[in-house]
């Protein structure tokens, strides 16, 4: 079982909006909807941003939206403000024995 | 109050043993799906293992790169999740994060708690 593909990096100017991308395999994200993001601000544990594809825990703000398409999720950021610029990732399960689940390498995002 | 609490880090040899704790506050222990996860120096999140309520039979399942090494167990009297990890490799040192699982997703996550194994 290996990573999910993100990209390494994504940035956007304050006011824009931005997508980071989850690729996997028809095993894990194409396979469940259990695919969830999380932010983490340098120094900090991560916190869940996303859950179930497109769900939002409470407090959450709903400049934040997740949708999945086949093997490949998306996390948008709509209204870009400068307290979300962060570390981003994605995980799925994998329903796996060796691998229950599994997380992307990480996207960081710079508010230009 | 802080829902998750680890403790029990440290610098450890190669070989060695070290057993991490995680002090669970605010909710209802019992009843959580807790896992572990770590994080590498600059890497990204790994999954390590979890282990399920007892009422749901309060099995464990781990990644393949600590099974055999590592075990979780849980004392719900104490409200207390651990780590024992066993021939700890150098690939090991990380941050080790108790968190709580539902539906697929971390909710709760602890502050971490560094453990390095180097000579």
């Known amino acids: 079982q290996s990573a999910l593909t993100q990209p390494a990096s994504v940035s956007g100017s304050p006011g824009q909006s931005i997508t980071i991308s989850c690729t996997g395999t028809?095993?894990?994200?194409?396979?469940?909807?259990?695919v969830s993001w999380y932010q983490q601000h340098p120094g900090k544990a991560p916190k869940l941003m996303i859950s179930e594809v497109s769900n939002r825990p409470s407090g959450i703000s709903n400049r934040f939206s997740g949708s999945k398409s086949g093997n490949t999720a998306s996390l948008t950021i709509s209204g870009l403000q400068a307290e979300d610029e962060a570390d981003y990732y994605c995980?799925?399960?994998?329903?796996?024995?060796?691998?229950?689940?599994?997380f992307g390498g990480g996207t960081k995002v710079t508010v230009l | 109050e802080v829902p998750l609490v680890e403790s029990g880090g440290g610098l450890v040899k190669p070989g060695g043993s070290l057993t991490v704790s995680c002090a669970a506050s605010?909710?209802?222990?019992?009843?959580?799906?807790m896992n572990w996860v770590r994080q590498a120096p600059g890497e990204g999140l790994e999954w390590v293992g979890l282990?399920?309520?007892?009422?749901?039979?309060?099995?464990?399942d781990y990644a393949a790169p600590v099974k055999g090494r590592f075990t979780i167990s849980r004392d719900d009297s104490k409200n207390t999740l651990y780590l024992q990890m066993n021939s700890l490799q150098t690939e090991d040192t990380a941050v080790y994060y108790c968190?709580?699982?539902?539906?697929?997703?971390?909710?709760?996550w602890g502050q971490g708690t560094v453990v390095t194994v180097s000579s």
């Open positions: 968190v709580t699982e539902s539906l697929g997703a971390f909710h709760v």
């Open positions: 605010g909710f209802t222990f019992s009843n959580a799906w």
């Open positions: 282990i399920k309520s007892k009422t749901n039979g309060g099995t464990t």
């Open positions: 028809s095993s894990d994200i194409g396979h469940y909807n259990y």
């Open positions: 995980s799925s399960y994998t329903g796996s024995s060796t691998l229950l689940y599994v």
